[in-house]
């Protein structure tokens, strides 16, 4: 099993680029995926089992990855660039002030 500490230092960038691409996401409980609205986790045989019948389903996936690209559009590089800038300028601000 993997430790807390690797398990909490994986990113949302996997979700985000698969949603982005208009794919449904299924994966494991990740807190930063969870974080970001993924719905479809899994972490033994019989929840895969589960959630993979959910997925047969043409509108769940399309349903996900609908909802999944609009989240993934409000985390496009632009944004998150856009985010940083401002923690950089408020910091160069704190210290000419």
Known sequence: RWSPEWVAAKGENRLLK???LGMPVAGAGIESYCDHGMRYFAQTT???VHVFGLLRSMSA???DAELGRATAL???ASIIAQKWLEVFDEGLLRRVG
């Open 18 to 20: 698969a949603w982005a």
């Open 46 to 48: 019989e929840h895969w």
């Open 61 to 63: 996936r399309q349903a």
């Open 74 to 76: 409000k985390n496009s």
